[in-house]
């Protein structure tokens, strides 16, 4: 079996690594092409073979990995096109794309996957969103999902709702950082360590992270949980809710979908 990853970024590298680092590297051999050498040069202890361009990529390998920006699509699609056949699966890691772009730049009836991954794939963490189009089969779409499993977990979801997914799993560690932030400050502000502050909530993420979908409880449940009767929790909820912090979510989440469909191809 043989892949190509047009694109060698820290996603790309990131689910090269995952690959070779899973039970798919038995079968698989690796390819892939970057303009920037260094970039292909830092996988090749992975067993990644470096190629001199991206219709090379597609002329040799049944799944191709477009792991590029959304704005250089107009300038890599027209490179394989002439490559891409009724048996290439193209599997897209890029915003906004759609399977229809790909296909009127290609062939009318090109498989496309298209995935929505988030950057704790580059730690073997990642949360992925996959859909597929009508041409795709079962067992080719298995190995697409196999892969993006061995960089953490995956989520098969509709193509319509590939630009919505986004802010869920895409967008939101950007957001999840940000909230971070202002816990480490303030921290800072009362003369404790950022880095012990760090750490102390890092770790209170991962684990309500695992009471979100380990324990059974619901969201209101969990926060009915911590919120004891006239406690500390409850007086800091308050400000949330004051603040309106569930409708700033929203609107960084619509925000983040409408961008999408701007970016839409």
């Known amino acids: 079996m043989k892949i190509g990853f047009i694109g060698a970024g820290n996603m790309g590298s990131a689910i090269m690594k995952g690959i070779a680092g899973s039970d798919i590297a038995s079968k698989a051999e690796l390819f892939a092409f970057d303009p920037f050498k260094e970039k292909l040069m830092s996988l090749a202890d992975t067993g990644v073979k470096a190629m001199d361009s991206a219709a090379d990529i597609a002329a040799m390998c049944k799944y ?19 490559a891409v056949t009724e048996d290439t699966v193209i599997v897209s890691i890029a915003a906004g794309i759609t399977s229809e772009y790909i296909r ?14 988030n950057t704790p794939l580059l730690l073997g963490t990642g949360a992925t969103a996959l859909s597929r189009n009508d041409s795709v089969n079962d067992e080719e779409f298995a190995v697409v999902k196999q892969i993006f499993d061995s960089c953490g977990i995956s989520a098969v979801i509709t193509p319509d709702k590939m630009k919505e ?14 909230f971070a932030k202002g816990f480490v400050d303030y921290a800072k502000s009362q003369d404790i360590d950022g880095d012990t502050a760090l750490l102390l909530f890092a770790q209170t993420l991962i684990g309500s992270a695992k009471m979100l979908t380990d324990s059974g409880m619901n969201i209101d449940e969990l926060i009915r949980m911590v919120s004891s009767p006239g406690g500390t929790t409850l007086a800091g909820l308050d400000a949330l809710y004051e603040g309106k912090l569930t409708d700033i979510v929203y609107d960084a989440c619509d925000r983040c979908t409408k961008r999408a469909y701007e970016l839409s191809k």
């Open 104 to 117: 009127s730049v290609t062939i009318q009836n090109a498989k496309v996957v298209l995935v929505m991954p």
């Open 165 to 178: 997914i986004i802010a869920i799993n895409g967008s939101s560690p950007a957001f999840i950082y940000l």
């Open 64 to 82: 191709v990995f477009l792991a590029i920006k959304p704005q250089q699509f107009e300038d890599a699609l027209p490179c394989i096109k002439d």
